[in-house]
């Protein structure tokens, strides 16, 4: 008899299951619990307590309010695990996490800057403040006071520290708008429309409309199925790419179709004409640029691939550690924070081997006249960088010492670090740090009278007092990384991967032309507010 209850039980929990799954399907895979009475004969108390179950995730928000099954939260959500579907009271947000708490602590932990109240609202579309203090209380995560708020990270104390470093890094330089009233978003249709602008010029191999949707593609981390459904559902992205009808959205195979055939080049066509109008009214557009790498992960079905070396493109190199994948350079302008140029290569290049391919792609397509300097950090310096540098550009590179490549200039470093830390406040021109060194010793350094300008100390002056420029290209690089997607690759072909690769700087930078265009600069730098 026992067992006779217990199956009777489990089948109609099972028919309870299927139901609900038939109603989601047949109401675009969100309903409300009040639909859900209304809709099917579903008994209230499995209704009540349905977010206890395995199959189905409640709302993040909304107090619990709408429903979708586990495995579409899971199939189209984003890159960071969201998934926020159009409903009657706005929004409905759900995670792969499943529960609030989860996912708090998930942000605050793998967020490369950690995690404020603030922005767990925004990411929520609730408030986040008790259950935030709770986690903290509790040991889960730690919290900090910085800058008068408070910044949730992991719990870990040399993670912390990486968390809190990037947060004061990300800190966009103050722009202030031209109407405080102003609407403080962009609009994804907004941005097809703005990259559709510029796309009907330059793409070629696929058709722009298609080309428009794997930039938005970019934003979501969505699957080329998943486009297919979002573009299908969306009446305001199909007005943007000019699909009257459901039915005209091409489907998932020949979305895949189009990336596959898409030039890499024509991309890079697209990024230079966009940021070339952003920079023309910049008031520094132009005068410094950085340059600066990192690694993504190559994609791989299983671990002996990656140990056998089996991924096209794909080497195992170092960059913060081992990695197995590929090297991603480029050039952003200082003033701007835009990615300018941008090409790849295997993970076991050197950054001193990549220099020269990413200047010379820069110095193709920008008119470098009014180029004052090229910034980059200790693993570009090289003397033939600098005289490749000054010979393609008309400009020095002031990169910083390397000091393992002589004794030598491990003093001159160390004696700039010193001299800076000292009288950092009180030096406005290389010509006054050269009067505070010991000059007894500046000859050892290379420097003769008639010719300051030329030696390697003066530009290691100079590096120092603009190193605060080089902070931008980290900035560019998390935002590559957190909203398109760049470290995500989900493509084995080289060619693929460079298409993702180009794709991401492309889309980054046409959300900023459309902050430009739709008269928003104090957005052109967020793209955290594009929905």
């Not at 028919?15 to 109603?23: E, I, L, M, P, Q």
């Not at 109401?27 to 206890?52: D, F, M, N, Q």
């Not at 998390?478 to 690759?489: A, N």
């Amino acid at each position: 008899m026992h067992n006779t209850r217990s199956d009777t039980s489990r089948n109609t929990v099972e028919s309870h299951k299927s139901t609900v799954r038939a109603f989601l399907q047949t109401h675009g895979e969100v309903a409300s619990k009040e639909a859900l009475r209304a809709g099917t004969s579903v008994p209230a108390w499995y209704i009540t307590h349905i977010s206890s179950t395995d199959a189905f995730y409640t709302s993040l928000n909304h107090n619990g309010k709408y429903i979708a099954s586990k495995h579409i939260v899971g199939h189209r959500s984003t890159h960071d695990g969201f998934w926020r579907p159009e409903v009657d009271d706005g929004t409905a947000v759900f995670h792969r996490k499943r529960t609030t708490k989860a996912t708090l602590k998930h942000l605050a932990f793998r967020r490369p800057s950690g995690l404020t109240p603030a922005e767990g609202r925004d990411l929520l579309r609730r408030q986040c403040y008790r259950p935030l203090r709770k986690l903290a209380e509790n040991d889960e995560i730690h919290a900090t006071d910085w800058n008068n708020t408070t910044v949730y990270t992991h719990s870990w104390p040399s993670r912390r520290d990486d968390q809190l470093s990037q947060r004061q890094t990300d800190q966009p330089t103050d722009l202030t708008p031209d109407d405080d009233d102003a609407d403080g978003y962009l609009y994804r249709d907004e941005l097809i429309a703005t990259f559709l602008s510029v796309a009907v010029s330059q793409i070629q191999s696929i058709t722009p409309e298609r080309a428009a949707a794997l930039v938005l593609r970019q934003f979501e981390g969505d699957s080329f199925d998943a486009l297919e459904r979002r573009l299908r559902r969306n009446h305001s992205f199909r007005e943007a790419l000019d699909y009257v009808e459901p039915e005209d959205v091409p489907d998932g195979t020949s979305l895949w179709r189009a990336f596959d055939e898409l030039s890499p080049n024509e991309l890079r066509d697209c990024l230079q004409s966009m940021c070339s109008e952003l920079l023309t009214d910049h008031e520094h557009g132009g005068e410094f640029v950085v340059i600066d790498g990192t690694h993504i992960a190559a994609w791989a079905n299983t671990r002996e691939e990656i140990e056998n070396g089996d991924v096209e493109g794909a080497s195992w190199g170092q960059h913060e550690g081992k990695f197995y994948g590929y090297k991603v350079y480029i050039v952003v302008d200082a003033a701007a924070e835009l990615p300018v140029s941008i090409v790849m290569a295997t993970g076991s290049t050197h950054d001193c081997s990549g220099f020269e391919p990413l200047i010379d792609e820069f110095e193709e397509r920008y008119d470098t006249d009014e180029l004052q300097a090229v910034l980059a950090d200790a693993g570009f310096d090289s003397q033939g960088n600098r005289d490749y540098c000054q010979d393609s550009l008309d400009c020095p590179l002031l990169g910083a010492i390397n000091p393992r490549r002589s004794s030598p200039l491990a003093t001159i470093k160390q004696e700039i670090k010193e001299l800076f830390e000292e009288h950092g406040d009180e030096i406005d021109s290389p010509y006054e740090a050269l009067e505070q060194l010991p000059q007894e010793q500046l000859s050892e350094y290379g420097v003769e009278v008639g010719s300051v300008e030329e030696s390697y100390i003066f530009q290691a002056i100079k590096e120092r007092m603009h190193r605060h420029l080089r902070a931008g290209v980290e900035r560019v690089f998390s935002r590559l990384k957190s909203f398109t997607g760049l470290d995500r690759v989900r493509a084995r072909k080289e060619g693929n991967v460079e298409t993702h690769v180009v794709l991401s700087a492309v889309a980054l930078v046409a959300g900023s032309l459309t902050a430009k265009r739709q008269n928003k600069p104090e957005l052109i730098r967020s793209p955290s507010k594009l929905i």
